[in-house]
């Protein structure tokens, strides 16, 4: 189903991507084609066509994004934080038992890591 969704998805874009390049542009031609007379589609009704058409498709685009998304979204956890396994106590750090506030957060098992007071060097 995702591989079927995925093919739509593609094709979907580069017939996107082929109808924006083709349509006629109005703005400032900034020298592509844009006011010369030859064009490969003229005409009121081309450009009617290919407005409904890049509608269409920018609609398709954002239909199969979103089934895509929850897609990959099923089944997946939804956090990495949430699928972690907890880590060991290292030796000679007492194991947390969950009493206290917040003892089993990351930022809370940091702060038991550091040592009270600084430790300066002694020379020898």
Partial sequence: ???VLIVIHLMVVIALVGVVL???SEGGALGIGGGGGGNFMSGRGSANVLT???TILA???FATSIS???LARQGAPTSILDSAAPRAPAAGEAPAD???EGSGSILD???QNQPA???VPQSQ
Wanted: aromatic share 4%.
């Fill in 22 to 24: 083709v349509q006629k």
């Fill in 1 to 3: 189903m995702e591989t």
């Fill in 68 to 70: 895509l998304t929850l």
């Fill in 98 to 100: 969950g009493a206290g």
């Fill in 59 to 61: 609609v398709a685009f």
């Fill in 52 to 54: 409904r058409t890049t």
């Fill in 117 to 119: 007071e600084p430790q």
């Fill in 109 to 111: 098992q940091l702060r």
